[in-house]
């Protein structure tokens, strides 16, 4: 096996698209609503930052899976591909119709994608503004071995270590299913803690932030505590955060953990063990020895995996691994890694 892509895009092309997977009541209010009128991609249709500038064409870049499989599979040269698609669902203020069009979107990911190519793996989108429906909806799901992971949004409306998500987190547990936090927003708060930025680029620097509020919510509400196996994958967080932002959770953590009695341990241990990161975008230079020394923090070569991004914008050329990754670390991120976090490939792929 070449490589397991654990970050592909599928682009969801228009609601019109769902209306064969909704029931009569929502296709009738995709009209009366004028629901397509309303953006579905995951960034701003004329941002430079949508894709490549040598995929940005039309049909959208990902929107078939003819468009999408010679990029991934031939030029990428992955074997297998996660797919994530990052329509808005957890955008949606009615929970009736967050419900219904997750349900639909994961019924096209599974006849318009999964069916048609054996290398597809997706990820489970679930309508987190009901945690009850969110759980339906993984357990349905989760019948179809396909489905390797479960996919939230970094920056919700609440901290993601509050109990009121715990259930999700059982469901994954339970279920073998990895919790992947994706870089993007209900925008219900503001993406920074001084209120909103006026430039994408602002929005897209300051999730990092997000990814690092959920982290350490996780870690101190004590869903690693009352989880044992679950398993979190970052994607597309960025890599050159972390070390520091844990050694300095942990400092405090030293002082304050009459607070939070259920975290036993150093929080870096506790992500060592549950967490895992894409290393598209590495966020670090294309020095092999400053990306070496940064890999040595972790303390760690379990924890990075391979992906691509596409259609995404982080890299140019027909090579996603950043060329400052060590060699001695390409077939753990490209294959061993993603096999022994996605276990649900391991049947699959024998």
């Known amino acids: 096996m070449r490589a397991i ?6 682009f969801m092309p228009g609601l019109k698209t769902l209306e064969p997977y909704l029931d009569a009541y929502w296709r009738e209010m995709v009209d009366v609503r004028g629901l397509e009128t309303v953006e579905s991609g995951s960034y701003p249709i004329n941002s430079p930052l949508t894709c490549r ?28 591909a996660i797919l994530n698609s990052l329509y808005g669902i957890q955008l949606m203020m009615n929970e009736d119709q967050a419900i219904a069009f997750a349900r639909a979107l994961n019924d096209w990911i599974k006849a318009e994608w999964l069916d048609r190519d054996p290398r597809l793996r997706a990820s489970i989108v679930i309508p987190v503004q009901n945690v009850e429906h969110a759980v339906e909806e993984i357990e349905r799901c989760a019948a179809d071995p396909r489905f390797v992971q479960i996919l939230l949004l970094c920056m919700g409306e609440a901290p993601m270590g509050r109990r009121q998500f715990w259930p999700i987190y059982a469901a994954a547990q339970r279920l073998n299913l990895p ?37 350490t919510s996780m870690i101190c509400e004590g869903a690693f505590a009352a989880h044992q196996d679950l ?19 942990g400092k405090f953590w030293r002082g304050l953990r009459f607070e939070v009695p259920w975290v036993k341990e150093a929080p870096m241990e506790i992500v060592r ?16 020895q400053i ?10 070569d379990e924890m990075f995996l391979y992906a691509s991004d596409f259609p995404h914008w982080q890299f140019d050329g027909d090579d996603p691994m950043p060329p400052a990754v060590p060699q001695s670390m390409r077939q753990k991120i490209m294959v061993d890694n993603p096999l022994a976090t996605y276990t649900r490939l391991g049947a699959l792929v024998q």
């Open 5 to 10: 892509d654990c970050d592909v895009h599928p």
């Open 53 to 80: 500038p040598d995929w940005k064409r039309e049909p959208r870049p990902a929107s078939k899976l003819e468009d999408l499989a010679p990029h991934v599979f031939g030029q990428m040269g992955a074997d297998i």
């Open 179 to 215: 919790i992947g936090i994706h870089v993007g927003s209900t925008y219900k708060n503001p993406v920074t803690s001084l209120g909103w930025p006026s430039w994408y680029l602002e929005d897209y620097v300051d999730q990092a932030g997000g990814f690092q509020s959920s982290l």
């Open 231 to 249: 398993r979190v994958v970052l994607l597309e967080s960025g890599v050159s955060w972390l070390p520091g932002f844990m050694w300095r959770l």
């Open 273 to 288: 063990r549950h967490v895992r990161l894409t290393i598209q975008p590495l966020d670090a230079p294309d020095d092999p």
């Open 291 to 300: 990306v070496e020394r940064l890999m040595n923090h972790f303390k760690s």
